[in-house]
């Protein structure tokens, strides 16, 4: 009995031995695979990554543009603008619409020299002349009906000031959104010298805007870019 107690006492101490090793082996292994990979680490060149400041940049698509050169000014307008031939009458007028159904678009007129004093307007605009170029006074009034209540309203329509600023204000049409520029010159009126000759002008500028929506913005990038010749 003795002897079969100590062979299986011999068996189990063996087993326990040869598990023993297999873990001690495996442990080592794991150990080594780890070294390897922390010196493949170290040896591996450091390189430093760098995320630079987002910049966000706003591209202005502005649009495309004509000049029209004159006798005595230019003018730039939008390439989808076209030139209205100018009617017969005493005055010597530069006409453009943007689009051919002008109920359905916008006009720019320039009178020179011979100015329709008596031209009444809805809204106005103050200019300046500065030599050969105008210089712009803020931004269209409110429909000057809104302001000129107490004025008496004639054929010709009722004097208005905006600013400091004379004008002919139209109360018999207070639907319309027309747009007249004047000045400390004269109602209706603004001076520029022409360089070359050193002679001054008198213009007077319209802008009929016939949709819902009106936007003055052409109107103030037209005046803007007027030059004398």
């Known amino acids: 009995m003795n002897a079969v107690y100590r062979l299986g006492k011999r068996e189990k101490s063996k087993r326990r031995r040869i598990i023993f090793w297999a873990i001690l082996i495996v442990l080592v292994l794991l150990l080594l695979a780890l070294g390897v990979l922390w010196l493949r680490r170290k040896l591996r060149p450091q390189v430093m990554i760098t995320q630079s400041t987002a910049v966000t940049t706003h591209v202005s698509y502005a649009t495309q543009t004509k000049q029209y050169i004159e006798p005595d000014f230019s003018i730039s307008l939008p390439t989808s603008w076209h030139v209205v031939p100018r009617p017969p009458g005493p005055y010597q007028s530069y006409t453009w619409q943007s689009s051919d159904v002008v109920t359905d678009g916008q006009v720019i007129e320039i009178f020179e020299n011979t100015i329709p004093v008596n031209f009444a307007v809805n809204r106005v605009l103050v200019i300046d002349g500065e030599n050969d170029h105008l210089t712009l006074d803020g931004s269209a009034s409110d429909n000057c ?3 000129t209540k107490d004025s008496s309203p004639t054929q010709l329509g009722a004097a208005a ?13 207070q639907e319309r959104d027309v747009i007249g520029t004047s000045s400390t010159d004269g109602v209706n009126t603004v001076i520029l010298k022409d360089q070359s000759t050193g002679v001054n002008h008198k213009f007077f500028f319209t802008y009929t805007d016939y949709s819902t929506d009106p936007d003055y913005t052409v109107f103030y990038n037209a005046l803007n870019s007027l030059r004398m010749n």
């Open 145 to 147: 009906s809104t302001f």
């Open 161 to 173: 000031k905006w600013e400091g600023v004379s004008f002919l204000c139209d109360q018999n049409n």
